[in-house]
Structures are given as structure tokens and as C-alpha cells.
């Protein structure tokens, strides 16, 4: 595969940890693979959007429009009034919403980042960045994994690494936590702290995985994941097990 001018993404990192050949149909042969029959699942995912819509205009300061009265929305009320409780907004803070970072890797590709908030501020002389990321799935999601997903591995370490230069002066460091939260089912986010060891761990993770994956002929499968793919039926000739791919 041809990477140059390739943008990669958490979530094409992920798709080739989760299976190679799902890397190479996605990324190499450039097949979207849209699930039939599942409406409500494509509403789902776009109500998500919309209340990350409604986040976004909170935080940039303009009218966050008014869902009162529509059944569907009903709950956008109840969760944004969660998230001005646990995000409070200060004058000397500055609020970034749908932030995108980007960072070179090596001569021909890039890796991007795209945080639904970031909070760049001072504490103490501490350059610090928040980021926030919104869930909002049907689910109540399991928060113990958290640490070790593929988010926020990239997430933190991008923020880690630019933050300082964009914002620092004399090569002093940032404070970065990251804070998952789901205001269907939680009153306080999860946060995740980092450090510098951390950083080193990931920068090493995340730079052996994009060699790997451009040392890869996308043949591999991992037949463990076959069961929520939406490839399953092009690579097994059987459709996906629905609960499993909910799950997923
Ligand atoms: S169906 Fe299985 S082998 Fe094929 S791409 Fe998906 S996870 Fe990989």
C-alpha cells in the first residue's frame, strides 16, 4: 500500500490491531461497508452527533437551539446540563471545541487527532490542557479499560507532544488529563492522568504499530473478531452476530 500523504487515525490503529484484513478493506481497497437493516443503529450513531453538535455550540458560545417540545430530544437537556456541571467554563481558559491536531510521523504520513473539547489553561505556571471526550451510547460503557484504548493512547500522547509547542515556552512540559464522559449515566466523568513515562510508552506503542502496518500485506485475519465485522459476510460468507456487533 502507497502511505504517502496517508493520515492515520485512532481509529485506523485500532482497525488493524482489531484485524489486518479489516485494515486493508478499509484503508487499502477503500470499501465502506454500510450495515443493512439497521436504522436504528445509524440513528443512534447520529443523535450522538447531534448532542456533540449541541456541545460544540455551548462551549463556542452561541445558541445551543431549542430542543424542548421534540420527544426525541428530550434528553438533551438533562445531559448538558451534566456537562455544564462538571465543565465549568473560566474567563482565563481557553475552550476548543472539535479540536484537530496533527503530527508528522515520518516523511510521507501524518497522524491527526480531533478532541470533542480541549481546555488549554494555566494553573499554578503549569501549562495544562483538559481534554474531554463525549459518550453517548445506549450502553453504559465500561470505564475499567479505559486507560488502554487506542483513544486515548493517541489522544493524550498527541497533546503531550504539541501542546508544549504550540502553547509553552522553553521547552517546558504540559499537564494533560483526559476525561471521558457519559451523562446518560454518570454525574462525574472518569479522568485519566499522564506522565512522562507514560508518554514514552505510548510514543513507542503507537510508532511500532504504524511500522507494522506498513510493513503489512492486509492478509492476516483475526477470526476472534469476525463475529461484529461488517466484513464478516466478503471474508466468511456469514452475516454478523447482531448482539456481538451491538456490543462492539
Ligand atoms: S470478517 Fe474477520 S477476518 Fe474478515 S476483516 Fe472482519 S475481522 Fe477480519
Redesign the pocket.
Known sequence: MDFSGFEFSQNALNTFK?????F??KYEQGINWKKEDEEEYYKSLKYGVEFHLMCERYFSNIPVGNFSGDKKYEKFSKWLERVKNVVPIYKDREYLTEYGLSIKIDEESRLNVKYDLAIIYRESGVLCIDIWDWKTENRKINYNDLEKRMQTIVYMSVAYEIIPKIYGKNNEKVRVRMYYYQPEYYLEPIEIKYNEEKFKNDKNKINNLIKEIKKSDFKD??????KF????M???QKNINDIAYEEY
Open positions: 482489531t484485524c489486518p484484513k479489516k486493508g478493506y485475519k483475526n477470526l476472534n473478531s469476525c465485522c461488517e466484513f464478516n466478503l471474508c466468511n
